[in-house]
C-alpha cells in the first residue's frame, strides 16, 4: 500500500556528493511501500563537510527520522554523532545515521548487508577461504564481513602491497585469530592459494569493470578464476561484470554488487523503523531494482 504525501509523512533521506545516480531513493521508498509506512527518502546533494554539519542538524531541527551516508561523507559524518555502533567503529565508517533520545547514533549496515547477500545466495563463509580484491574504503566492509563470517584464511590481493597491509594490521588488532595474507596483483598468488587446498570466495571491491571500462578485469590469470566457487562483484554496471564472466567460465557461481547494495540498505530501513525484511520482499524489490536499471 501507497500512501500519498501529506502532513504525516515522515522524511527519510541520503547525505553524498555527487547522488544524483543513486539508486537508494528507489530502493528505500520501494521497502516504505512494501511495508505501507508513510515515509519518503530523498537524496541530497551536499557540497562539502560544513553543509553535511548543516544537513545533519537541519534534519534533525525538521524531524529526520534517519539518514544514509555515502561518499564523500562516511567518516567525516562520524563527529556528529552521539553514539557509534562497534562494527561501525571497527570499520571506521558510517553509513546510517538514527535519531535517539540522545542525539545521532551512527551504523555501519555494508557489513551486515554483504552477510546477508551472502546468505541469501546460500554462499557460508564459515570456515571458507576467502580472497578480497583491492584494499580501498569498500573492501573495509567486505574485510570485516569475512572476519565476522568467521572464514578460516583470508587473502588480500592488491595493486599497492602497502595499502593492503595497512587494511590488515587495522583488523588484525580486532581479530587476531583469523590470518590476513597480503599479495600483490603482480606476484605469485596463485601458488599461494593452491597451497591452501580449498576452494575460495572472492570479494571484488575494487572499481576495476565498471561502466564505460566493461573489460576490465581486476585480477588477470585464467589460473586464479579456476580456483574459486564464488565471486561477489561490488559493482553492478555492467550487471554481468568481465570479472562475473570468468567467474562463471571456469565454473563458479557469480553475483553483481545489487544484492549488497539491496541488503545494506534493508538494514538501514530495519534499524529506523524497528522491523524485520523478509527474503520474499527482499527478492521482489531486487527484482524491481534489476529492471530499473536494465531501462
Ligand atoms: P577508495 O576511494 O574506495 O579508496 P580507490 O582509491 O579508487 O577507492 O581504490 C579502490 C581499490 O581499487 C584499491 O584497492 C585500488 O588499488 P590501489 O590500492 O593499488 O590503488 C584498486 N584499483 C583501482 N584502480 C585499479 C586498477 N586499474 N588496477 C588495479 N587495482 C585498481
Not at 22 to 27: G, N, Q, R
Not at 57 to 82: C, I, Q
Not at 245 to 265: D, E, P, T, W, Y
Request: glycine letters at 10%.
Amino acid at each position: 500500500m501507497s500512501f500519498e504525501i501529506n502532513a504525516r509523512t515522515e522524511l527519510l533521506g541520503l547525505l553524498g556528493h555527487p547522488v544524483a545516480h543513486s539508486v537508494s531513493p528507489a530502493l528505500q521508498n520501494s521497502l516504505a511501500e512494501a511495508c505501507g509506512l508513510n515515509q519518503r527518502y530523498l537524496a541530497f546533494d551536499i557540497a562539502d563537510e560544513e553543509a553535511l554539519e548543516d544537513a545533519v542538524w537541519g534534519g534533525h531541527a525538521m524531524g529526520v527520522r534517519g539518514f544514509n551516508v555515502t561518499v564523500p561523507y562516511k567518516k567525516a559524518v562520524m563527529e556528529y554523532l552521539e553514539e557509534i555502533d562497534p562494527i561501525a567503529k571497527k570499520i571506521g565508517a558510517v553509513n546510517t545515521l538514527k535519531w535517539e533520545e540522545n542525539g545521532w547514533h551512527g551504523y555501519n549496515t555494508d557489513m551486515p548487508g554483504l552477510l546477508r547477500a551472502l546468505a541469501y545466495d546460500g554462499v557460508e563463509i564459515q570456515g571458507k577461504n576467502v580472497v578480497l580484491i583491492g584494499a580501498g574504503g569498500a573492501a573495509n566492509a567486505a574485510l570485516c564481513a569475512a572476519l565476522e563470517g568467521g572464514a578460516s584464511k583470508i587473502l588480500i590481493l592488491n595493486r599497492t602491497v602497502s595499502r593492503a597491509e595497512e587494511l590488515a594490521e587495522h583488523f588484525n588488532k580486532e581479530y587476531p585469530f583469523i590470518p590476513i595474507r597480503c599479495i600483490g596483483l603482480s606476484e605469485d598468488y596463485v601458488s599461494y592459494m593452491k597451497e591452501s587446498g580449498k576452494e575460495w570466495i572472492a570479494l571484488q571491491t575494487t572499481s576495476v569493470g565498471m561502466h564505460p571500462d566493461v573489460n576490465g578485469l581486476p585480477v588477470a590469470g585464467e589460473a586464479f578464476y579456476g580456483l574459486l566457487s564464488v565471486g561477489y562483484d561490488i559493482i553492478f554496471n555492467p550487471e554481468e561484470t568481465a570479472f562475473m564472466k570468468q567467474v562463471k567460465s571456469h565454473g563458479g557461481r557469480a553475483f553483481n554488487g545489487l544484492r549488497m547494495l539491496l541488503f545494506q540498505g534493508i538494514r538501514s530501513y530495519e534499524i529506523w523503523n524497528e522491523v524485520s525484511i523478509t527474503d520474499t520482499v527482499a527478492r521482489d524489490i531486487l527484482v524491481k531494482m534489476e529492471a530499473a536499471l536494465r531501462r
